[in-house]
């Protein structure tokens, strides 16, 4: 008997005064409350979230994804928002105890018992904080005040004496560019916590080894220009897949149930690469794991996207730190092939006018170009090189515009005559690349999807209803053109919607035809895009409720034949 209470003596000892080898990692999700910074009332959060999905779950909002609502609720994201718990510290130590953020969206300021703790200006980054002179045993306040961040980057671009070209300032916020809009995708400037928030005893231990697959980028000169092809345990490997986009506009409501049907289903469709695009998101781990397990390579684009970037010492720092983080998370996956700094800005340089539309001077031009190469030829390869060296980086996607006629002979391209050029179909069979990083058509989703957005009094391409689920420009006359030039007949909506499924599924099937059988001139193929991130007509063969649409179809018919 006298063993025995010595043993839950030495056992109470160490649960109550642990030494400070032991790590102990709590999630912090629970007890949170959230509410508008100029009003008193507090609504139970859901942690990780958004604002925009708890505004939802308290019924203080209608369905952001419904009918034209997106454009009733801009608001929320110029408003301030609060957020708070309260929280007991599980057991006495001797340990340091760190408060870890996972992802903050995107500008904060953080307090612990009513002291300013920390200020956030990036949604990607991992801040770690010790704590524990702050800390009590029981009932700690967590505090955290989210900025507009639609307001922060206006007014850090009106700081700035030259002019960073972008269609809006997103460019000035290190936050997921495509909440700002796209051509697929809606204006939803969220905030929120949106990954976990962890208190950790004695540090927190994770294996960040590189684990590399036997897979290498070659680019080298030849008799057609310079090759861009990868090679799988030294054999050229043709890489069939298409761009991913995030999943959702509330990135929270990307459940593992989602990521592994999307990403079974990219299987299941003969896919051995997934381009992981620019404009949206590191993604979370457990995309990477099952796509280590399914076999599918990961080209990982550095979340930049068709702006140019400001590369003062402060926003240098900032990359700089995001960077490493992730890059430092996602080496220790295998499926990661390649690491690319940016979508389209080297392009968009060079081809878009920029210098013209924004009346850029000669020496802001300079001053441009030179933040340009800080980014991308300097700061982002060498992290690559010193974290991550196994792997291969290029500083941008494509190397040449698609409007340039080396965009077919060097390196990796982005082929638009077909959509934005309105060439014909069948102009894919003569456009092949060395490796076709993006090409595709537009398509309306299902209509069991169409009716989760509209009602069937909706459903005419000119009402606001559906006007608002296609956010493309020219969206519905370019479609229409295609449809008579590939004398596809169209009486009624629901016969638009079959004809688009079907001129999507032609230019697939012409464009990847030619690319596979190109006698190794062209050695991947990538679709724009896989997915969506809300109910839209788009370029994805999958819609945002998982419905396939026929070019999914054909792409998976294709190369089970190839």
Known sequence: MKTIQIICFIVAVLLFNLPSAFSQTYLLHTNWQFKNRQKTIWYPATVPGTIH???LANHLIADPFYGDNENKLQWIGQTEWEYQTRFDIPYSTNSEIFLQFDGLDTYTSIYLNHKLLLKTDNMFRT?????????KQKGNDLRIVF?????????????NRIIYPCENNRNFARKAQYHFGWDWAPRMITCGIWRSVKLIVGGEKIDTTPHYSEVKLIQENDSIGQSFYFTVEGKPTFMKGANWIPADVFLPRISKEKYKSLLVAAKEAGMNMLRVWGGGIYEDDYFYSLCDSLDIYIWQDFMFAGAMYAADPVSLDNIKQEAIDNIKRLRTHKCIVLWCGNNEIDEAWHNWGWQKQFHISKSDSIRLWTDYQKIFHELLPSLV??????????????????????????GDSHYWGMWWGLDSISIMKQKIPRFMSEYGMQAMPNMESVLQFATKSDLYTSSAFIKNHQKHPTGFQTLSKYL?????????????????????????ETALNAQIHSK????????????????????SIIDYYGNKKKGYYTLQNIHQKN
């Open 484 to 508: 008579r030039m590939e004398q596809i007949p169209v009486s009624d909506f629901a016969s638009f919607v079959t004809g688009t499924q079907e001129l999507q599924s032609r230019a697939i």
């Open 385 to 410: 090189k010193e974290y991550d060296g196994g792997r291969a980086y290029i500083a941008s996607s494509p190397l040449y515009g698609w409007g340039r006629q080396k965009s077919m002979t060097h």
């Open 127 to 135: 801040y770690k904080v010790p704590v524990s002179k702050l800390l």
């Open 520 to 539: 190794g001139r062209c050695m991947g193929s990538l679709l724009w895009q896989f997915n969506d991130c809300w109910p839209v007509c788009s370029w």
């Open 147 to 159: 900025y507009s961040a639609e307001r922060q980057a206006n007014l850090a671009a009106k700081r």
């Open 53 to 55: 999905t708890d505004l």
